[in-house]
């Protein structure tokens, strides 16, 4: 695990929106990582952050989505930015044939360039399943502070639309297994690179 801190926190609201706007108005830039830009939760997230909003659609190749982040963040002049990640939840990823660990290897393919070359200060989610929670894993994979900022009662809803709550504890389980998880697939395609590559 990172020795970068991790925050896991609880809006009063037991509603999603609440807590979006408290993220967009703390991040320097948000992040939407989405197959689907038209559900009401991408519409409300665009409009929470306005004008500090980019979309990186998991369409677009990863190092194309991390080059847009990065000219975005260095255009802006926004140095050691918060970002903040958002985008579809697994009810609406799993509906277009992505997995939370294809989403959790996705963002981390994402900023892990641009943290090398334009430092990350911290990132920042609403701690959903999909996008939000991939975020907080990859982040907290690459050594970058992590702020989880969930509904009352850490509320995250599931590819069956059915809402679950959680403790602090389950959660921060969470991000240890999905950064594990992480770990083991970059041993493996590394592993997988050295098979492949010709023999001297």
Known sequence: MSSAPIEIIAHKSSGYGPRTYANAHEGDLTIAVAANYKTGGERLTHKA??????????????????????????????????????????????????????????????????????????????????ADMAGGIAAHALGIPVKLHFPAGFKQRYADGVDQTFSKEDILQQVKDGVAALKQEAQKRRDQDQEDAPAP
């Open 49 to 130: 952050a306005g004008d500090k909003f980019l979309a990186l659609p998991l369409a677009m190749d990863a190092i194309e989505a991390a080059r847009l982040l990065y000219r975005t963040l260095r255009d802006r002049d926004l140095k050691n930015p918060v970002i903040n990640v958002a985008g579809n939840g697994m009810q609406t990823m799993s509906r277009n044939g992505f997995t939370q660990e294809f989403v959790n290897i996705r963002l981390l393919e994402i900023l892990s360039p641009v943290h090398k070359h334009w430092p990350i200060a911290k990132v920042i989610s609403g701690g959903q399943t999909g």
